[in-house]
């Protein structure tokens, strides 16, 4: 296995070096840093390259998909496709039980909701992304408060990630052509130095109720 590391995070490497050093030793693995584009696709093209993983956007992975195909004109596109494994995020549920609860429960849940969600401003691959409650649950008003209330208490940090802002706004205009109110959650920023935009607070997205009329 040979690792590159994310261009944002080279600092990893000298951790990964003691922690993996027994597979270094016996050969098994390698690493190296973010170079530049040319150096990667030269990476990718190496002739040893039988399958890549990848931690990143949806054009990331069409992009190793393109350069592993040029590298190898005599496979299918099936199995060029076949030979890549993305983790590209995902929507992790937050799922609340339709239960009795104290007002101290609730707000803890909301807590570490909004912890989660605002955590490395959201960039993080298990970051709470939608909150499901049940239609039925006596207690759900109750708890939606208690989450606004702490995404607004709880500091935002400026989105760093390559492509969030962007993200951000893309999803939320679709959101709200389809109908869906979108509420934008302002907060303070995580430290007094540090300036936080409209793009970097977290926004509420109502998608409603499987099954009836207006659900996003």
Known sequence: VILKHHPLRPWLAPLYAMILEPLSKRGYFSQCEDVSVE?????????AVKHVHITGSFNTAKAVEDVLQKANPTLSSAKV???????????????IDNGDFTELELLHV???????????????????????????????DLFREKLMEELKRQPTTPCYYPGSVDKNKSLVDDCKQFGSK?????????????????????????????????FN
């Open 81 to 95: 496709r076949s030979m890549v494994t993305s983790e590209l995020g995902c929507s992790t549920p937050q799922i």
């Open 182 to 214: 979108c509420t934008r959650i302002v907060a303070p920023s995580v430290s007094e130095g540090t300036k936080v935009s409209d793009s970097d607070h977290v926004v509420v997205v109502e998608c409603g109720t499987p099954g009836e009329e207006g």
């Open 39 to 47: 150096v990667t696709k030269a990476l990718l093209s190496h002739p």
């Open 110 to 140: 909301a807590r570490m909701i909004a912890a989660g969600k605002k955590s490395f401003c959201g960039s993080n691959c298990l970051s709470p992304q939608v909150v499901v409650l049940s239609k039925q649950w006596k207690q759900k």
